[in-house]
């Protein structure tokens, strides 16, 4: 990856989010972490503002995003217009919304997720690559709502 992936989460998923952090820094995978920084209680729509906005803004490649069901901050990405975020607890899922659907963020629960599994889908995630083709008319379309 050429640019670094974005990292935040609210205190649900601060522990997942220390874990992925941890296997980034394992694998020389570069990162920016938005927070939290402590497991103190936090609002995920401001977590995921900041990481989505440095995706948008090119500072970042894709966004690993973290609460207690992934859930929440996966509808607070989605607000961010450009971002294609998607809340994953399974491996089928993690690689095919990157291969059709170009998702720009992974969403994940700390409290759905455990940090081997998390581990997993992240790495999934990040060396999956968006196949194109008849997918992108689909893109297309989705990036078109926000115009709407």
Known sequence: MSKP??????HGGYELKEAIRKHLDEIGVAYKDFGSYTGEACDYPDMAEAACQAVVAGECDKA??????GVGI????????GIRACCC???FSAEYTRR???ANAL?????????????YLV???LNTPFEGGRH???IDKVMALEEK
């Not at 992936?5 to 609210?10: K, P, Y």
């Not at 969403?107 to 581990?119: A, D, E, K, N, S």
């Open 5 to 10: 992936v974005a990292l935040a989460a609210d």
């Open 64 to 69: 690993l995003l973290f609460c207690g069901t």
């Open 74 to 81: 996966s509808m607070s990405a989605n607000k961010v217009r």
């Open 89 to 91: 607890s399974d491996a």
């Open 100 to 102: 059709h659907n170009d």
């Open 107 to 119: 969403c994940m629960g700390g409290r759905v997720v455990g940090p081997g599994l998390g581990v």
């Open 123 to 125: 790495d999934l995630f």
């Open 136 to 138: 992108q008319r689909r």
